[in-house]
């Protein structure tokens, strides 16, 4: 059995250097990336959804920010109940706050939920990156995208690119390139805007 001590240990980086851990603030810029990236991406798209189904484009707005304050008010509220938890219990994380709570036999119910979320949140990448690079290869190739073969964009993509990030011991020095991606979104919103005002 592993001692006590191994088990709280550091992690270490081959066995000799401590691994980098993220801060807060890069936490933080990560989380924002992730949450306004997905949504500048899907919002359009579902507010043209909703356009082709015979909404009007002021209902279509509407009902996409009603849904879009209902959600965040939800989200906001859940992670203050967790933290409100932690806090309470003087634990660090979810599972940890549950089994002070709710008993050890459930704990997995947080983990097995966070594990789905990951799922979904993995597909939801894999069909960006897949997108996103297929217009991109199209464009630079001069083709239309309908003959860029999209999985095997989503394959090199996946072997170069994610592969690696995911087999690196820490993400906490990928904080500068979610700083980027923060201010890449506002770009987007801004030419989205302007658009918009513009009529185009």
């Not at 704990?107 to 690079?133: E, H, K, N």
């Not at 860029?148 to 087999?167: H, M, Q, T, W």
Request: charged share 10%.
């Amino acid at each position: 059995m592993r001692s006590t001590k191994s088990l709280h240990a550091p992690l270490l980086d081959g066995g000799s250097a401590p691994v980098q851990r993220a801060s807060e603030a890069q936490c933080t810029v990560a989380l924002i990336k992730c949450i306004i990236g997905t949504g500048s991406l899907t919002l359009p798209a579902g507010i043209s959804k909703l356009r082709d189904g015979g909404a009007s484009q002021t209902e279509a707005i509407c009902l996409a920010l009603l849904l879009l304050l209902a959600i965040g008010a939800l989200n906001s509220w859940g992670f203050l109940l967790i933290g409100s938890a932690c806090e309470a219990t003087q634990t660090s994380s979810y599972i940890s706050a549950w089994r002070r709570t709710l008993g050890r036999r459930t704990a997995f119910t947080p983990a097995l939920a966070s594990l789905v979320i990951t799922f979904t949140t993995s597909i939801l990448c894999a069909s960006t990156v897949a997108d996103t690079g297929s217009f991109l290869l199209a464009a630079a190739l001069g083709v239309h995208v309908s003959s860029v073969p999209r999985d095997a964009v989503l394959g090199v993509a996946s072997l170069l690119v994610l592969l690696p990030l995911s087999l690196l011991p820490s993400l906490a020095p990928l904080g500068t390139a979610s700083l980027l991606g923060v201010i890449g979104t506002a770009v987007t919103a801004s030419a989205m805007v302007a658009r918009m005002i513009d009529g185009s």
